[in-house]
């Protein structure tokens, strides 16, 4: 996040046009991500789950641009490369409460997709501290076994 700091700094209160001269060409390149974070907030941000694996961010981007202007479009994918089956699509405040009036429900590429506002990420705990595969007390067989064993004894 330190490389973005200059970035930042010098890409607040500046056309598109003085920041392309005032930073490399690399710089230019995070000028749209830096646009989005500084927004007034007129665009909203759409979950669209069950999509067919096969969707392409252009097939989505065309059939939500019906609705409104789409300003982004992401499909997460997994460590092989294919998709998760789900996408976010940033667009205008009022395309997107059209769209989520009208997709919600409907089929898209053979599939009935579900399009409602994306919501903040739950916060998990660290991957450590939530318990882990087996070990410890009660994992595996062998707690189970002495468990029933400790419910047979209170039961006499």
């Given at each position: 996040?330190?490389?973005?700091?200059?970035?930042?700094?010098?890409?607040?209160?500046?056309?598109?046009?003085?920041?392309?001269q005032a930073?490399?060409?690399?710089?230019?390149?995070?000028?749209?991500?830096?646009?989005?974070?500084?927004?007034?907030?007129?665009?909203?941000?759409?979950?669209?789950?069950?999509?067919?694996?096969?969707?392409?961010?252009?097939?989505?981007?065309?059939?939500?641009?019906?609705?409104?202007?789409?300003?982004?479009?992401?499909?997460?994918?997994?460590?092989?490369?294919?998709?998760?089956?789900?996408?976010?699509?940033?667009?205008?405040?009022?395309?997107?409460?059209?769209?989520?009036?009208?997709?919600?429900?409907?089929?898209?590429?053979?599939?009935?997709?579900?399009?409602?506002?994306?919501?903040?990420?739950?916060?998990?705990?660290?991957?450590?501290?939530?318990?882990?595969?087996?070990g410890g007390?009660?994992?595996?067989?062998?707690?189970?076994?002495?468990?029933?064993?400790?419910?047979?004894?209170?039961?006499?």
């Amino acid at each position: 996040m330190q490389s973005l700091a200059p970035l930042i700094k010098a890409g607040l209160g500046m056309g598109p046009a003085a920041v392309g001269q005032a930073l490399p060409a690399a710089a230019t390149a995070a000028l749209p991500l830096l646009q989005r974070l500084f927004s007034t907030g007129t665009t909203k941000r759409l979950y669209v789950g069950n999509l067919n694996f096969q969707t392409k961010a252009e097939q989505l981007a065309q059939h939500f641009g019906a609705y409104g202007s789409v300003q982004d479009v992401v499909i997460p994918l997994d460590n092989m490369g294919r998709s998760r089956g789900y996408a976010f699509v940033e667009m205008d405040t009022e395309g997107a409460e059209s769209a989520v009036g009208s997709l919600n429900q409907s089929d898209f590429m053979g599939r009935t997709i579900w399009v409602n506002e994306a919501r903040p990420r739950e916060e998990r705990p660290p991957r450590g501290e939530r318990g882990g595969y087996g070990g410890g007390r009660g994992g595996g067989r062998g707690g189970y076994r002495q468990r029933q064993q400790q419910d047979d004894w209170e039961q006499q």
